[in-house]
């Protein structure tokens, strides 16, 4: 008889501590605070801290909406949970948050209204800078008596040398910098002329010319 009652009371023991664990809510890996409102302010904080970056896990989120203009919108891998715009108070929502970027935002103003953090590892990559546009120039030219007028333009901003030639005499020269330039050549009697431009930017070289002739 005592036998029975020893296994009897194993056995009530045995399912009390079954009944106690099915009970226990299964642990988080932390507890998060979201808030909206009542002005134009949403946050999501741990210990009073804005969340950046978190461990993947089960969180659980207590949200406290204040505005009945405001809500807030969690979404991300495997999450998408929002409370309504027109409704306010708390509720708490559990949510297991993976690999990735997540994003919270009122909806009703989601280009002020938004942030973001990342849960475990996501992958970096750097933007491939772009590369400049190709480097060309042009020039013209025009004669007024004997003073030579010569606007040069460049696809980028550049550096210019520009020379006035006659024959293989140089009779003027002259340097600027930017994506346009005019320059002002004197030109020392009548004939044919030559403008010659050098444009220079970011190690790229390139070349104009612009025929004058001056009477």
């Given at each position: 008889m005592k036998k029975t009652i020893g296994v009897t009371l194993m056995l009530l023991c045995a399912g009390l501590v079954a009944a106690v664990s099915a009970a226990r809510p299964a642990s988080t890996a932390g507890t998060l605070d979201a808030t909206v409102g009542p002005g134009f302010t949403i946050a999501l904080t741990q210990n009073g801290t804005r969340v950046t970056h978190?461990?993947?896990?089960?969180?659980?989120?207590?949200?406290?909406?204040?505005?009945?203009?405001?809500?807030?919108?969690?979404?991300?891998?495997?999450?998408?949970?929002?409370?309504?715009?027109?409704?306010?108070?708390?509720t708490t929502w559990t949510v297991t948050f993976q690999n990735g970027?997540?994003?919270?935002?009122?909806?009703?103003?989601?280009?002020?209204?938004?942030?973001?953090?990342?849960?475990?590892?996501?992958?970096?990559?750097?933007?491939?800078?772009?590369?400049?546009?190709?480097?060309?120039?042009?020039?013209?030219?025009?004669?007024?008596?004997?003073?030579?007028?010569?606007?040069?333009t460049a696809s980028r901003a550049a550096t210019f040398t520009v020379s006035l030639v006659r024959g293989k005499t140089t009779v003027a020269r002259r340097t600027a910098k930017g994506t346009t330039a005019t320059f002002k050549l004197k030109a020392p009697k009548a004939g044919r002329y030559v403008a010659k431009v050098v444009a220079t930017a970011g190690g790229s070289t390139v070349r104009a010319t612009a025929s004058v002739t001056v009477k």
């Open positions: 978190l461990d993947p896990g089960e969180y659980t989120i207590d949200v406290d909406d204040q505005s009945a203009e405001h809500n807030f919108h969690l979404s991300g891998p495997g999450v998408d949970q929002a409370t309504a715009v027109e409704d306010t108070g708390t970027t997540y994003t919270y935002q009122c909806d009703a103003h989601a280009t002020t209204m938004h942030g973001s953090f990342t849960v475990g590892d996501v992958p970096t990559t750097t933007p491939a800078t772009p590369k400049p546009a190709p480097l060309t120039a042009h020039a013209t030219a025009r004669a007024t008596g004997r003073l030579v007028s010569l606007r040069v």
